[in-house]
């Protein structure tokens, strides 16, 4: 084997998300070391268009954009973006007519805490809340002040504070464009070209790309952005696709921009997440028009029939507008750093985008990529860490967007009648509900540094599905009952309080972009 030598070039093959997303953490990364000498390229095609469709995020995404040095007035400016405090299921529960609530808030607050990690999910379960409250509505303020479409935020001092945890909606390709702005301006190389080939060394390293603009293009570390392509990670280099289609079924959708009816339009600051006989739509509002898609299993319905979902749900406004058709390819690699290349983005992975993760994944990789860059070229062992903490990551993601799906008690299409079916639950998450059966999660469940979801987030989507506990003697203290009843209705009393106090989402986002 060759001996290690210090990495000082890096080449990114692709220019959606991923590619200038990594650009950016490894410009600000390698700032340091680029006195020394690491450079970063990025090579694009300038044929082959980004996906572009990525219009929902996680909290996450706001220390992304604060580490990379991305002002978020800017960013709400040039994306079109809004804010977005969660997701709102309809018809995920049961089917529309069936009797009982057919709708949850899977909000991004963390459910109030009293001092000492007295916690309000037993509580709760015990009815201590009232008998009808639901989990999100009696634990968090969020979800009383998205539903009045109020921001999360207010003008302050100069600034914008405001009490609740939020994401984004933007808009994809304005997102990757001021990304791509940025790295540039971070000192990253931009080339456009087409990569015909990749030539392989006598070890099975990647020795040079090859682009038809610019000939052979040789680099110590290569990062393959080139979305479901996989040029580089799975045509060269042969790692191996775990599909994830006998989890999670959907593997087509249909995107449509739909204008708002007048500039005034409320716009909501959540998604819209609605379930269909096979598959489920989103809605998505940013500042002029709304996102809408439909993703649906093609084992489950037709492509023709999708489209007239697609279309009821949207109404006469959708007339004389044609959707986009994509196919999915739902799963990850399991290994996604192969000697001197590794994967970021859709050629390391997608699991569908219901509850945004892919761009979540992403951050994760670029951040990874930067934070155990292989200055010295220790090649081998990098690898074997990203690959362990990739992998497992993509696991949990594959167990929590199943949560949405196999609790259901929908028995009116077949497409929800197998995702309930236990055959199809992989057993990480079956062990799970069945230890929540007696006992409610609890953050022991989950090891923090793998998972992409907080703990909070599983109970939202566990308790939104009316998921059944049996709490055992003693997970009450009937000593706090009163304590916590009473935790309830400040929550309420606050909530009322937020209200009053937050401005009107649309009201608050133009005034952002005014500033910026
Ligand atoms: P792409 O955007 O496909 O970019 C690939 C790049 O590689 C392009 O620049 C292309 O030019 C370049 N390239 C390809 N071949 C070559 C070549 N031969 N030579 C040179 N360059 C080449 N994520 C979320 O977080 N939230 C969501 O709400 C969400 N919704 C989604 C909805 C759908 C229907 C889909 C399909 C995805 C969704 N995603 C979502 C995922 C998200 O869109 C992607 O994770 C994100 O856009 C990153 O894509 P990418 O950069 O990996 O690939």
Redesign the pocket.
């Known amino acids: 084997m060759r001996p290690a030598s210090p990495t000082t070039e890096v080449l990114i ?7 200038w997303l990594t650009a950016c953490f490894l410009a600000k990364t390698l700032a340091a070391r680029e006195a020394q000498g690491v450079r970063v390229t990025l ?3 300038p044929e ?10 996680f909290p996450s995404i706001r220390g992304t954009l604060s580490a990379i040095g991305i002002d978020e007035a800017r960013f709400i400016k040039e994306c079109n973006a809004t804010f977005k405090q969660g997701v709102h299921f309809r018809h995920w529960v049961r089917a529309p007519g069936q009797p009982g609530t057919d709708h949850y808030f899977h909000p991004f607050s963390q459910p109030s805490q009293r001092p000492g990690g007295f916690e309000l999910l037993p509580y709760w379960l015990n009815g201590d809340a009232g008998a009808d409250a639901g989990f999100a509505e009696a634990v968090t303020m969020q979800k009383r002040v998205a539903d009045a479409a109020h921001a999360p935020k207010r003008p302050h001092d100069g600034d914008f504070l405001g009490p609740m945890n939020y994401a984004y909606h933007f808009d ?1 390709g304005r997102f990757a464009a001021l990304l791509a702005s940025h790295a540039k301006s971070l000192g990253v190389r931009h080339l456009q ?3 015909e080939r990749v030539e392989l060394d006598e070890e099975g390293a990647i020795a040079a790309v090859h682009a038809r603009e610019h000939g052979a293009l040789s680099a110590g570390l290569y990062v393959d ?5 996989a ?1 580089l990670i799975g045509e060269a280099l042969g790692s191996p696709f775990k599909s994830a289609g006998d989890v999670l079924f959907v593997d087509r ?1 249909l ?1 449509l921009q739909v204008p708002y009816e007048t500039p005034d339009t409320p716009i909501p600051s959540y998604t819209i997440s609605t379930a269909h006989e096979a598959g489920w739509t ?1 809605d998505i509002g940013l500042q002029d028009r709304r996102g809408i ?1 439909y ?1 649906y299993s093609s084992r489950h319905t037709y492509d023709a029939r999708a489209e007239q979902v697609l279309r009821d749900y949207i109404g006469p406004r959708s007339e004389g507008l044609h959707p986009r058709r ?1 196919e ?1 390819k739902v799963g990850y690699r399991e290994t996604q750093w192969i000697r001197n290349c590794v994967a970021v ?3 390391g992975g ?1 699991l569908e ?1 219901l509850e ?5 994944l ?1 951050e994760t990789a670029a951040y990874l990529v930067g934070f155990l860059f292989p200055h010295d070229g220790a090649l081998e062992s990098t690898a074997r860490l990203f690959n362990e903490l990739m992998r497992e990551r993509y696991a949990r993601v594959v167990d929590f967007i199943k949560l949405h799906y196999c609790l259901t008690q929908r028995t009116d299409a077949r497409f929800w009648l197998d995702n309930a079916d236990p055959a199809t639950i992989p057993q990480t998450l079956r062990d799970k509900l069945a230890m929540w059966k007696s006992r409610p999660p609890h953050r022991l469940d989950f090891v923090t540094d793998l998972e992409m979801y907080p703990p909070s987030s599983w109970q939202y989507v566990l308790y939104g599905m009316e998921f059944g506990t049996r709490l055992h003697p003693g997970a009450v203290d009937p000593a706090r009952i009163a304590e916590a009843r009473r935790e309830f209705g400040m929550i309420a009393q606050m909530s009322g309080r937020a209200l009053a106090d937050l401005p009107q989402h649309r009201a608050m986002v133009e005034q952002m972009v005014r500033k910026a």
């Open positions: 093959v692709g220019g959606g998300a991923a590619g090579v694009e095609s082959i268009g980004i996906v572009g469709v990525g219009e929902g995020s994809a070209g087409n990569v952005c080139t979305g479901f392509r040029l959708a995107a989103w898609g993703v994509l999915l983005g859709l050629s997608f985008p945004s993760s892919g761009i979540g992403i």
